[in-house]
């Protein structure tokens, strides 16, 4: 199933997500909608607020990111929680499907531990660099209501600030189905 993505300007997204608690949902059918949507938009990562679901999950795919696809990873999070992020804050630029034709660099820490469960609910304690920790950290943020946008100051930001209404309001043009906030 291909969910609508929820744009720019809906308090999901600014929502501090809710643990996500086993049985509550469909999981397997959640979790191949959830890559199946992130797919069908040509994303790398898609959290539970984008698709309107307020809850602790989200899904990666670095594989295609990665100059090596081996060092890529497909995964399901459950419940993250980034323990530690380390090593030098390096910048990349970033983009959200929740946020479509704006781009901005973003600086992050380069390395991250992070303990989550996966879709069969096995706990995993690990660690994770370069793109595929820049991804999670991205989609962590979701979980916690933070956009990249966010991290975007000044001069930049004031630029932003039409680009971001007008996206509320519906008036931004995708190849994937969004939901608009604002939409007349
Ligand atoms: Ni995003």
Redesign the pocket.
Known sequence: MIYPIVAFGDNILRKEAADFHRDSEDLTKLVEGMFDTMYNANGV?L?GP?IGLSKRIFVIDSTKMEEDEETGIKRVFINPEILDEYGNEWEFEEG???IPDVHGDVLRPEKLTIRYFDELWNEHEEEFDALTARVIQ??YD?LHGV??TDYIKGLKKQMLRAKLLSISKGMVKTDYRMKYPDKK
């Open positions: 990562g959290a984008q959200c499907l929740s991205h989609e979701h956009l990249f």
